[in-house]
């Protein structure tokens, strides 16, 4: 594990402020609004609520910032926390094309209009799973927009595919059966909602391991602080199978990026890949440590 490195410019006073749909969506007083941001026929739900440093919180694949709202409510006690879905997912619209640059165009469009909105200051970028990934490009894309990353069980770069030929079928049929399982329970609500296919799903955690390979570039331009969260079994816990094929070329990912950037400060927790949902209050510590609130810690 490497030394963390913290941020040093923090958020102003918030001032009140309107969306791109003329919502008023701002204050300061910890109040949590709402708002849309439209981009190329893509309608994005944001909200925004908290005090202190600006942070954005990107979902990943298949989640959905209700699905993150444990995580965001802990984190909203100190910081200026800006959360959305991404499109085909939650309150978003379901406009196609469903793809890792057309996700990165809607973390964009968020970035942007929050940018303009205000406060000045840069914010943290904290992505979970896909969302990871799409920070870390975003923030090779504009090293100057962003004041760190922290990176939830994503943006790794595996030394090899994730998914290998004789993993795709029992990668296919999991995402089915998730996607049967999500359209048998409707009381989830709007909130919580994938539209993607299963095929969808599938094609694009192929894309996600092409992405990966030529990660470490993307890592190289940026200079902003970087911390990881790593579960430790992000497969699973058991023996058979892929699962412990993929457990080790999780940690290998992982230690690869850290012998090319020792800078990069590595958390792991004793999880699997739903430790954004079952281990929040750890990873808003880890976050408050590497980042610390711009008013000190919360009472």
């Known amino acids: 594990m490497t030394t963390r490195t913290s ?40 909200s925004r609520g908290g005090r202190g440093r600006p942070l954005v ?23 200026d926390v800006v959360t959305f879905d991404l499109r085909g997912h939650g309150l978003a619209s379901a406009t196609g ?4 640059d057309a996700f990165l165009s809607d973390l964009a469009a968020v970035l942007t209009e929050s940018e303009r909105l205000g406060p000045a200051s840069a914010p943290v970028l904290v992505g979970y799973s896909l969302g990871a990934d799409l920070a870390v490009h975003y923030a090779a894309g504009r090293p100057d927009a962003v004041a760190g990353l922290v990176l939830v069980d994503g943006a790794n770069p595996l030394p090899e595919p994730f998914i290998t030929d004789a993993d795709r079928a029992g990668f296919r049929a999991m995402w089915e059966e998730s996607a049967a399982q999500q359209a048998a329970a409707p009381d989830r609500g709007a909130a919580h909602r994938v539209v993607l296919t299963a095929q969808e799903i599938f094609d694009l955690n192929i894309e996600v391991d092409e992405v990966r390979s030529g990660l470490l570039a993307r890592y190289r331009a940026i200079g902003c602080p970087i911390s990881m969260i790593m579960s430790t079994s992000v497969a699973g816990g058991g023996t058979a199978g892929r699962v412990p094929r ?9 230690e690869r990026l850290v012998r090319e950037r020792p800078q990069v400060a590595v958390s792991r927790l004793d999880a699997d890949h739903r430790l954004v949902f079952t281990h929040a209050p750890e990873i808003a510590r880890i976050i408050r440590g590497a980042h610390p609130p711009a008013d000190g810690p919360a009472s």
């Not at 941020?7 to 609004?33: F, S």
């Not at 993929?246 to 992982?254: I, P």
Request: glycine residues 16%.
């Open 97 to 100: 094309p469903y793809s890792f």
């Open 7 to 46: 941020a040093n410019n923090a958020a102003g006073p918030r001032m009140p402020y309107r969306g791109n749909d003329g919502i008023r969506v701002g204050g300061g007083d910890g109040t949590v609004r709402h708002f849309t941001v439209r981009h190329g026929g893509v309608t994005i739900p944001v």
């Open 57 to 79: 919180l990107c979902p990943g694949l298949s989640s959905t910032q209700a699905d993150l709202h444990e995580l965001a409510g802990l984190l909203r006690r100190e910081y």
């Open 246 to 254: 993929h457990n080790r070329l999780w940690r290998a990912g992982v």
